[in-house]
């Protein structure tokens, strides 16, 4: 990492054109490779759901039901994390294939995939990490940043986090209605109920499949095909939950206030994205079975790249960041994980004081250097 404390103008524009070259790069080199990547991703995936239903109908066998139990977890992990997620940010548009395109994609999840569009490829990915438009910092439920205000409630978040994660789909489903907006009077309660009905009409198309038709077709084995959808819906939850957070919310990650964005450039916006996010380590299957969002830094710079790609362009990513002394905060799946609770079990606390640092750790310096080269508000040009 390059020793500056503080970029300039001109060096964050620079960055910013960087990066927008790099994304016009990988734009006119997309073709068949990855059309049949894609495919052969929603293939695999098919294959493992109908495979693992078939399995589970022998279920009243224990390893009939373990098998199929996995398997349908897989399917769903893969559905909405490498399938459904980026195909509804419209990464395969270009394809122009009418099955595999954001406008008309519906995902295996508790949410509407237009409501879940507008809060997250719009929201998010807009305003990431500024307090008070980032609906995502902490899902209006928990204290993920110092910087947001402590309240009673947050005593038992680290609780509280731990359900949201069981029950993670249907959460954001409800998340997306954006009922808070409404009970402090920023949104009509005419359009919230609208949306909240969408979300339960959606969310009941759900239970009905997993958890009355297809128990029910497995006659006698009702029970066990019961409990392994629910505990294949639960293990999508709780992957999908974990990774999310740990791209998003771990040491390191920074956030920003309205103030700062007024007048925002192109540039700036990168390094937002850049000083907001977080990368997992892991192995290309675990990278597949993320949807690539362990890659997230990758992500929250070029939502609409086809997500085969990140890994390409990561090491590019990161040589830039190098070049121009901005931190790129990666690291395993337990460091991450355990940087997220920490900082949930921390933050449950009033007041804003940090972990004591560890001078074996370098996450702290790299929090301290986010800060280093955050731009003030009245340098924004």
Known sequence: MAGTTQLTAVDVEEFGRALDRLREEILASLGEGDARYIRRVITVQRSLEAGGRAVMFASLLP?????????????????????????LHGQWDWMRDPEIHSTVWEWDSGSSAEQW??????????????????????????RVHPEQPWHPLYLAQPLYNLMLAVVFEWGIAIYDSE??????GEKNWAETLTQLSTALRKGGRQVLKDYVAFPLLAGPAFLPVLFGNLTANTI??????MIIFCGHFPEGAEVFTEEQIEGETRGEWY????????????????HILTGNLSFQIEHHLFPDLPSNRYAQIAPEVRALCARFGIPYNTGSLPRQTSSVWKRILRLALPGPARWPVDLGDDRAHRSEHAHAHRIPAESVV
């Open 179 to 184: 009922l808070e907006r409404a009970w402090r």
């Open 117 to 142: 569009k507008h809060s997250h490829n719009y929201v998010h990915h807009t305003y990431t990490n500024v307090l008070g438009k980032d609906r995502d910092i902490g899902y209006s439920a928990l």
């Open 63 to 87: 390893p009939a039901w373990l098998a199929g139990t996995a398997m349908l977890a897989t399917a769903k992990i893969l559905e909405n994390m490498e399938i459904g997620h980026n195909v």
């Open 271 to 286: 390094l937002r994205q850049m000083l907001g996010s977080a990368n997992i380590e892991g192995s290309a299957l675990f």
């Open 236 to 241: 999508r939850n709780v992957w999908a939950h």
